[in-house]
C-alpha cells in the first residue's frame, strides 16, 4: 500500500526568549493511504505541531516531511500555499468558516480558488453539501447552524478541492458526546467511499472506535499503536 505520509527524525523547536521548547524531538510518523489514522496524546505533547508539519503551515527545524511523494522541506512560502490548495483538506476545531457568508459561499470559495467554472464550481459545491448531508442548508449563514452542521460545513469545504489526504485538528472538541459520533462517522464513511486518506489529532475516546489506527505521541515522539 503507498504511503502518504512519511516523517523522518522530525524535530521543531521554539525560542521563547532565551530558553527553547522542543515541540517534537525526532518524530517518526507513517501513514498509508486510504487509511483513517487518528493520534493522540497529552496537551503539549506536539500533536497540532506534528499535524502541522505535515501540512506545510510549519516548518521544521530539522528531520524530513514526506507527502503524497512531496519533500516538503525546502519548499518556499508560495509553493507550500499552491500545494495546499491542490492536495489538502483542513478541519479545525473552530470550524473556520467565514460567518459573513453563507454555507454555500463558504464551500464554493474553495472551488473558487482552484479557478473552476462557474457550471463546475456550482455542481462541485453542491455535491460536496449533499455528501455531507446539508444539502436544504445553502442559504443559511454559520451562525444560524449548531455546532455538527457548522462541522460539517467544514468537511464539505475540506472535500471541494477533491483533495486526497485531509488534516482534521481537534474536530469534535466542541461538540457534544452524540453530535461527536455523528462527524466520526461521516469521516468513516467519506475514508471508505472516497478513497480519502485522513490523518486526525485527537483527544477524544470516541476517536478510537472509527480508526484504522490509533497512534500515541509522548514528548514530542510517536511511542506506539494503540491498535
Not at 516523517?7 to 521563547?16: E, Q, S, V
Not at 506545510?56 to 511523494?69: C, H, I, N, S
Not at 453563507?102 to 462541485?124: D, F, G
Not at 457548522?150 to 481537534?170: G, K, S
Request: glycine share 10%.
Amino acid at each position: 500500500m503507498a504511503t502518504v505520509i512519511e516523517t523522518h527524525d522530525l524535530w521543531r523547536i521554539y525560542h521563547t526568549g532565551e530558553q527553547e521548547v522542543a515541540a517534537l524531538r525526532g518524530a517518526n510518523l507513517r501513514v498509508e493511504r486510504g487509511r483513517f489514522v487518528a493520534l493522540k496524546g497529552r496537551s503539549g505533547s506536539g500533536k497540532t505541531t506534528l499535524l502541522n508539519c505535515v501540512g506545510g503551515l510549519d516548518r521544521p527545524t530539522r528531520g524530513t516531511v514526506q507527502v503524497l511523494g512531496q519533500e516538503l522541506t525546502d519548499w518556499s512560502d508560495e509553493q507550500l500555499t499552491r500545494w495546499r490548495r491542490e492536495q489538502l483538506g483542513f478541519v479545525f476545531q473552530s470550524f473556520g468558516l467565514i460567518t459573513t457568508l453563507s454555507v454555500y459561499e463558504n464551500v464554493e470559495l474553495m472551488t473558487r480558488l482552484r479557478r473552476l467554472p462557474a457550471k463546475e464550481r456550482h455542481r462541485h459545491t453542491v455535491e460536496c453539501l449533499e455528501r455531507v448531508g446539508l444539502g436544504k442548508w445553502h442559504d443559511h449563514r454559520p451562525d444560524e447552524l449548531s455546532g455538527g452542521q457548522q462541522q460539517r460545513v467544514a468537511i464539505a469545504r475540506a472535500l471541494a478541492n477533491n483533495a486526497p489526504l485531509m488534516l482534521a485538528d481537534e474536530p469534535t472538541g466542541e461538540l457534544d458526546s452524540v453530535t461527536a459520533a455523528e462527524i466520526l462517522n461521516l469521516f468513516r464513511r467519506i475514508v471508505d467511499e472516497e478513497d480519502v486518506t485522513l490523518l486526525i489529532v485527537s483527544h477524544d475516546q470516541l476517536v478510537d472506535d472509527y480508526a484504522d489506527e490509533v497512534l500515541h505521541l509522548q514528548d514530542g515522539r510517536v511511542v506506539g499503536d494503540g491498535g
